[in-house]
């Protein structure tokens, strides 16, 4: 019988910081804000469909509720959410890129709901330690490739997701900003 990751497993794979993806979301905001990066606040303006001529929006944490997508982008006018956003740390990556070796994320299966029966927009980005680089994906991405499982050696058990190749990431934050600009966008999240 196939031992999967359990609750316990989690709770010693998120190490010190436990289940406190706060520095995720504060890098989350960082990067989509004015002076942030320009390829995350590009790609959100047209993977969510923002009008930045004639609307406002925010970001609001937990839009589903807890213990579910960690983000939400809303348009302030109506409250209307326009996409989801999910973030997590890659603790491995603390300076360099870790996956030149396998040359894929993973994507988490018990994460799909968060997303699955939406019809909105979805991205999951994984960041770095310090919240200075990460990588994204969407949903779309996702369902191009098949469900697969792997082993992870630090509880010694298997995992279910999906494994997206590094070239159908974007990369995003510091190691993506050629020139370090501060973009052209307006600061539309508050």
């Given at each position: 019988m196939i031992d999967y990751i359990d609750n316990n497993d989690k709770k010693q794979l998120a190490g010190k910081q436990g289940f406190n993806d706060k520095p995720q979301r504060d890098a989350f905001k960082r990067m989509a804000s004015?002076?942030?990066?320009?390829?995350?606040?590009?790609?959100?303006?047209?993977?969510?469909?923002?009008?930045?001529?004639?609307?406002?929006?925010?970001?609001r944490s937990d839009p589903l509720g807890n213990n579910k997508v960690d983000l939400g982008i809303f348009r302030k006018r109506d409250n209307?959410?326009?996409?989801?956003?999910?973030?997590?740390?890659?603790?491995?990556?603390?300076?360099?890129?870790?996956?030149?070796?396998?040359?894929?994320v993973n994507r988490l299966l018990r994460k799909e709901p968060y997303y699955e029966n939406m019809p909105l927009?979805?991205?999951?980005?994984?960041?770095?330690?310090?919240?200075?680089?990460?990588?994204?994906?969407?949903?779309?991405?996702?369902?191009?490739?098949?469900?697969?499982?792997?082993?992870?050696?630090?509880?010694?058990?298997?995992?279910?997701?999906?494994?997206?190749?590094?070239?159908?990431?974007?990369k995003i934050g510091r190691w993506a900003m050629t020139n370090n600009t501060q973009g052209t966008l307006e600061d539309f999240f508050t």
């Open positions: 004015y002076g942030g990066c320009e390829v995350t606040r590009n790609y959100l303006v047209d993977y969510f469909k923002l009008d930045m001529t004639n609307e406002e929006y925010y970001i209307k959410v326009m996409g989801l956003v999910e973030v997590d740390v890659i603790n491995k990556w603390i300076k360099d890129w870790p996956y030149p070796r396998t040359g894929v927009p979805y991205v999951n980005i994984s960041f770095n330690v310090s919240g200075t680089d990460g990588v994204m994906t969407n949903k779309e991405t996702h369902a191009k490739y098949p469900l697969t499982e792997w082993y992870v050696p630090e509880v010694k058990k298997m995992e279910k997701g999906r494994r997206i190749k590094n070239e159908d990431t974007i």
